[in-house]
């Protein structure tokens, strides 16, 4: 929109595939030919980043406009800078040291990602827009323009462009269906892989709250039945792995959905005498095993010569079980709490109302973790318990091994598909 404010900063906040990146880098490409000799500085938390992305999206455009590297424009690869035939700049440079740019002198500025910057980096980037603007240069505004993801907290994007809005401040919400290379379906698709609220936030564009409350939503009785267990179907064990309390969670599960039908916690325990448990209760399973959970349990302790999962193995063949039916499903390393999180989520109740995660009233932890385990306020950091919680109440001790274990199936069968959509951008 116009205005007559010397500065333009800008935040495009988008969802999945709404060309964020693709928006960012044109625009630093058109305000580098509109004013020749002008110095652009396009920036991120490191540069890994801007090589796989950002820059990539920036000779994209170039081709798209005909420029020839060598006849138009040259790159410095030591250096990181396009410099153009009108003599103007632009700068790759990563902003997670601030101290790094404070001594450039800058007429505009892109921040790719910008949630993941530091304030104090956004601050210094926006103090080096002090170059001086030259007199033919018409319409010429200091500019800052950033792009990121929606945030599940509200961080200092929010603070800066909605509560302390300035009068050169603005924000654009981009949510993913206003791309118009996406295919109908595209967005709709989503509705079912994604819980309402990392819906309205991921794919909407809009700013939440998801960091705050209880860390699973909207789960109801509707989640709640009396399961049974079918000997003749695959039985998943899910595990994590602590002495004290050993938490394994017990599932059938088909393509779309969970079951958890029973749950084994031991308060000061072993591996060994946990798979006994299991023995104890499920002496003759006739279909698979399936083993899945905490991916540090593939690994040897001073404890023993064997692995976690080396042990349950020994122990159910030495009961009697094919070996060809005992099967693990592991990762090579545990996902990020948060994709457990959002996956777990999506199956207790999808944004297209679809229900897939049910659990049996004799999951007694499992539930009370469903219940009661929630984030530290205002962070996205699960708020376990404090040692003299662990000393005073003896229910803390539960908190966090019981999801885990059950998030570590539901990650691995139906993780979250993030996407940026780009093989459907012309």
């Known amino acids: 929109m116009p ?80 410099t153009f035939n009108n003599g103007s700049k632009i700068l790759f440079k990563d902003l997670d040291d601030p101290d790094k740019i404070k001594s450039l002198n800058l007429h505009w500025a892109e921040i790719e990602e910008m949630s993941q910057v530091k304030d104090a980096s956004f601050k210094q980037v926006l103090a080096r827009l002090r170059a001086t603007a030259k007199p033919e240069w018409e319409d010429f505004k200091y500019r800052l323009f950033g792009h990121t993801n929606p945030q599940p907290d509200k961080g200092w994007i929010y603070t800066r462009f909605v509560e302390k809005k300035e009068k050169d401040y603005r924000i654009i919400f981009a949510p993913t269906s206003e791309n118009i290379y996406l295919p109908e ?98 002496p003759d399973h006739e279909s698979d095993i399936i083993i899945n959970g905490d991916a540090s ?37 545990n996902p990020l709490i948060k994709n457990r999180v959002h996956a777990f989520n999506a199956k207790v109740k999808n944004a297209s109302g679809g229900v897939n995660l049910f659990v049996d009233k004799k999951c007694k932890w499992f539930l009370y973790n469903i219940h009661n385990l929630k984030y530290k306020p205002g ?29 570590y199936l539901i990650e691995y069968y139906f993780p979250v598909q993030r996407t940026d959509a780009k093989e459907y951008k012309k």
């Open 379 to 407: 962070t996205s950091d699960i708020d376990t318990p404090t040692h003299h919680q662990l000393k005073s109440e003896r229910e803390s001790k539960f908190l966090g091994h019981p999801f885990d274990a059950g998030s």
């Open 3 to 82: 205005h007559d404010y010397k500065r333009d900063i800008a935040v495009y906040q988008g969802g999945y595939g709404s060309g964020k990146t693709w928006c960012g880098s044109l625009l630093g490409i058109l305000l580098a030919r509109k004013y020749p000799g002008c110095v652009g500085l396009v920036g991120a938390k490191e540069y890994e980043l801007l090589k796989n992305t950002t820059m990539v999206e920036y000779f994209n455009h170039l081709e798209a406009f005909g420029y020839e590297k060598g006849k138009h424009y040259k790159y410095n690869k030591t250096d990181k800078i396009i």
């Open 185 to 282: 379906h595209f967005v709709e698709s989503l509705k079912g892989d994604y819980d309402p609220e990392y819906f309205r936030i991921n794919v909407l564009g809009e700013f939440g709250d998801y960091a705050s409350g209880l860390i699973v939503k909207n789960f109801t009785d509707e989640n709640i039945r009396a399961l049974t267990y079918h000997k003749d179907v695959p039985l998943h064990i899910t595990c994590d792995f602590n002495v004290d309390p050993m938490c394994w969670v017990l599932a059938h599960k088909d393509d779309k959905s969970a079951f958890f039908f029973d749950e084994i916690v031991i308060e000061n325990t072993t591996t060994s005498k946990t798979i006994a448990e299991f023995i104890r209760r499920y």
């Open 297 to 333: 349990g593939d690994n040897r302790n001073v404890a023993s010569e064997y692995t976690n999962y080396i042990i349950m193995r020994k122990a159910l063949i030495a009961h009697g079980y094919d070996p060809k039916k005992i099967k693990f499903a592991l990762r090579k390393f």
